[in-house]
Each structure stands twice: as structure tokens, then as C-alpha cells.
């Protein structure tokens, strides 16, 4: 297994070294050291402690997940974070953006969320949290509009796709 660390900023603030490490304990690797795997692709981190953590994960190989949604209210969880959020009702029906302090979602987080059924679906931020969108609109044009969610703040989120 080849490991190496990143050579450019991954992280504000934080610099990167190289590190090689054909082992599978990553005994060479220094503590305080973010590194990338090329075996799985995923960058990790060494702590001060020595504990390993994966920091971030390519999932440009993996299949989209979805979560399908029939009811008329549904308030996202961090379960919806890389996923496809069907919202599949005949009537209209509201997809509730929670407070962070709810639902701690990363800042990073993306979320497609698909308006599948007839029924227009409405964003709907929890009070305090804000989303940010052209001309501020918060509803889906119609059947099959597809948007994106994107957690750019602690409760601010961008919203982009076919709204109205």
C-alpha cells in the first residue's frame, strides 16, 4: 500500500509534507500529518496522539444514494449528506432545512433533492437559518426539477437548480 501526503493546502492554514509509506500501520508517517492512500483513496490524518482519521473520502467512484421521500413535510438529517432526496408526492409538499444546532451538517455538505412527484415542493428554512438562492426563490419549477443544496455557512445554505 503507497501512501503519501499532500504536498498543497487541503485545509486553510495547514501545510503539507511528503511522505511515502508502504506499510499498512503508516509508521512512517509523522503526527500532525494529513496523507492521501492511493489503495483507497481517501485522505486521512495522524493526530499528535498518533490516531489515524479519515478526513475525506473520493466518492467520484460511487453510486449516488437516494433517499425517497412520499410524505408532505420531510426535514433533512445528516443521512442526506452525498444523496438524492426524492420528493415524491401528488400535493405540495415542503423540504424543512434544519438549524445547525439540530442537525450538525459539515459546512461542505451537498445534498440533490429531486421534485419527482406533481406536487410543488417548497425549501423551508428553520427559523435562523438562511438560504441563499437566485432571486431568492425557494420553489421547485415542476415535476422533475432537480436542485442542489450546498451548506456554505453554519445555517446558511445555497440553493440552485429549476426554481420558481
Excluded: C, H
Excluded at 498543497?8 to 492512500?37: L, Q, R
Excluded at 492511493?38 to 479519515?54: A, F, M, R
Excluded at 422533475?144 to 453554519?154: A, D, E, Q, V
Amino acid at each position: 500500500m503507497a501512501v503519501t501526503t499532500i504536498t498543497t493546502k487541503m485545509v486553510a492554514g495547514v501545510k503539507y509534507s511528503v511522505t511515502t509509506d508502504t506499510s499498512a500501520d503508516f509508521s512512517s508517517v509523522g503526527n500532525e500529518v494529513y496523507f492521501y492512500n492511493l489503495e483507497d483513496e481517501i485522505v486521512y490524518y495522524k493526530n499528535l496522539d498518533g490516531l489515524i482519521v479519515d478526513v475525506y473520502r473520493n466518492t467520484s467512484n460511487q453510486l449516488l444514494s437516494l433517499n425517497e421521500q412520499t410524505g408532505a413535510t420531510y426535514t433533512l438529517s445528516l443521512s442526506d449528506q452525498g444523496k438524492l432526496v426524492s420528493m415524491s408526492n401528488g400535493s405540495g409538499n415542503t423540504l424543512v432545512i434544519p438549524l445547525n444546532s439540530s442537525v450538525a451538517f459539515p459546512v461542505g455538505t451537498q445534498i440533490l433533492v429531486k421534485q419527482k412527484g406533481a406536487g410543488q415542493t417548497v425549501f423551508l428554512p428553520t427559523g435562523g437559518v438562511t438560504i441563499e438562492s437566485y432571486l431568492n426563490r425557494t420553489q421547485s419549477l415542476g415535476q422533475y426539477s432537480l436542485f442542489t443544496l450546498i451548506k456554505t455557512g453554519t445555517d446558511t445554505w445555497t440553493l440552485g437548480g429549476n426554481l420558481t
